[in-house]
């Protein structure tokens, strides 16, 4: 096995000795390559990976370098190895068919945005009503997402707890975000929560947590000292000089024998670094928690998004259904008569036919968290069809759609943001490009179709 590097020179030249070696004076050794062709997830279909307990997802492009491109185009590697192939007595043709056309069409601007809320009508028009809450696949569905709602008793705070949840959960609240909740990598079960309140700017004197299991959960959530060498007593210190950080607190509990950490504890509760991390808690930081004291009733809106189905490493079946399949309480009691919203967002060019309910865009940030789709088009001129990569800089998470078909996942902590779109999906005239974004989107609204990917770090 040889990586399928860049240089192409020196797996070439493994491949000759490897073709060069007798064994026991047989013939030369097999061998196979992996992957000779890159290929694309498309649509739901990249997958994630449990490895020593840890949970990693794949990127939609699948690659690795390969001799030929997802985009059927053969790299400096493909010839190199073809050589070798020649001198070690393969009857091997060179003849090779043109290279499909790739095209840069150019900075396409997104002009119109439709809101989750709006888009439901058309996207999930019938809803299941349930007692309790239940997994994608007690629901019949498989991918994307589910939205679950119920309504809060009028209990002050509610503070919201789940039980396996998996894998992203957005949690509104009169549809205002609340809380933002993601299956972890330090464990099959293990989730970490952003408060969306909390600012990514640091109070003077604090620096932002470099790792670890917290690094997630609050940007200004240690001492800025080294959580192993601080001290309880340098850390009481900074979280009391710091009013606007007076949520902080010491924590020297026994999964933390050597003490000196200074945490902010989301609605005071202590860390959950229990064994069984799949119950989470939910609230928002400081108090109020959730929702204003006092304040009866109110809508709760749970978006889950599934991140991918498990394809390789330790797979535990248990932990592979998706959606919330055990329970969401208030203040420990569990809630129930849920409407589940099924939104695999495979009928998302029926949005297309609901031009009165978009609105025109602007690049503000999402600041009730609303998740949002936006669309823009370009004309593509005859004959001038051909390949792109639809690539995305300044955007946060979320699906892409090219003329109604699921193009790919894309989140903006990389390290893919180029992603591959065949020419067969795009027409002559206008083509249009839709984004369900959740997360974030840039000022100016913009996605770029390249002739190639774009490599970035």
Known sequence: TFPLADNAVAVAAGLDTLLSTRLDGHAPPSFSLWLFCGCTDFGWWGGSLFLTATMQWLTPSYDFGSPV????????????????????????????????PVVAFGTVVLTEQLSIWDALPVLAPHPVASATVRSF????????YALYSTAI???????????????????????????????????VD????????????????????AGGFWANLDPCNDCPHDHQNGTAARCAAKCTATPTCAAFEVYTGPDDPGGGACFLFVGGLKPPFTTNSDCLTCTKAGAPAMRAAGTAGGALDI????????????????????????????????????????????????????????????????????????????????????????????????????????LQRYWGVGPQFSFYVPSQWLTEGRNEVVLFETSRAPANLTVDLRANHTQVG
């Not at 070690?88 to 499909?100: D, R």
């Not at 293990?190 to 947590?209: D, E, L, R």
Request: charged content about 15%; glycine content about 12%; hydrophobic content about 40%.
């Open 190 to 209: 293990s989730v970490q929560c952003t408060a969306a309140n909390v600012s990514a700017v640091c109070p003077a004197g604090w620096a932002p947590h």
């Open 69 to 100: 491109s997802e985009a059927g185009v053969a790299r400096p590697l493909f010839f190199a190895l073809q050589k070798v192939l020649q001198a070690h007595g393969a009857n091997i043709s060179t003849a090779l068919p043109p290279p499909p």
């Open 303 to 406: 978006l889950v998004e599934n991140f991918g189905r498990v394809t390789g490493g330790v797979v535990d079946a248990d932990r592979s259904f998706r959606g919330i399949d055990r329970w969401v309480a208030a203040n420990g009691q569990t809630l129930a008569n849920w409407s589940i919203a099924p939104l695999s967002l495979e009928n998302v060019s029926a949005l297309s036919t609901t031009s009165a309910m978009w609105r025109n865009a602007s690049g503000a940030p999402l600041a009730d968290g609303t998740p949002r789709f936006y669309r823009g088009s370009w004309v593509v001129p005859p004959g001038k069809l051909g390949d792109s990569f639809l690539t995305l800089f300044g955007w946060g998470k979320g699906q892409a759609f090219i003329n109604g078909h699921n």
């Open 137 to 144: 696949e007690e629901l019949g569905f498989g991918y994307g």
């Open 153 to 187: 008793p009028p209990w002050t705070p509610p503070a919201i707890t789940m039980g396996g949840m998996r894998d992203r959960a957005h949690i509104f609240v009169d549809r205002q975000l609340e809380q933002l909740c993601q299956r972890g990598s330090a464990g």
